[in-house]
């Protein structure tokens, strides 16, 4: 029986895997990676708008949140609008990490559009069509 579901869910691990191997020499998992990457990019984010770029359920996004902030590689501040709500950002330590880390990443991604030759842009178009219609 095919499920697309498991299927699906089996790529992931194994894509998670391979980027574990590339970043492990950085100390860092592919959503630690991925959060400090997006704070690169766009700054003072607030919980709730770095869990729905991200996708990750409250819980999962707190614990790796805690642990970049721990390691000095995020700060979180204070709302100016909204006392209550706080913002990240990455710091000039994390973003060294990641700019280190980022040849790691680049020969993962590398790795991947070499096995996937012709494939590697329909790949991303299916995956962005299999979100769309499964957040339908």
């Known amino acids: 029986m095919t499920c697309l579901c498991l299927d699906t869910r089996r790529a992931a691990r194994s894509l998670t895997r391979l980027y574990e191997d590339h970043l492990r020499p950085c100390n860092l998992t592919p959503a630690q990676f991925g959060l400090l990457s997006l704070l690169a990019a766009k700054p003072n984010l607030s919980q709730a708008d ?11 996004l707190s614990r790796n949140l805690r642990l970049l902030i721990a390691n000095k590689w995020l700060k979180r501040s204070r709302s100016t609008m909204d006392r209550r709500q706080s913002l990240y950002t990455i710091t000039p330590t ?3 990490l990641r700019r280190t880390a980022l040849p790691n990443w680049n020969r993962a991604q590398q790795q991947m559009r070499e096995n ?4 590697w842009e329909t790949a991303f178009s299916i995956l962005q069509r299999l979100t769309n219609v499964a957040a339908a």
């Not at 770095?50 to 409250?58: G, I, P, S, V, W």
């Not at 996937?116 to 494939?119: F, S």
């Open 50 to 60: 770095l869990a729905e770029f991200l996708d990750l359920d409250q819980t999962t």
């Open 94 to 96: 994390g973003l060294e």
């Open 116 to 119: 996937l030759g012709t494939d």
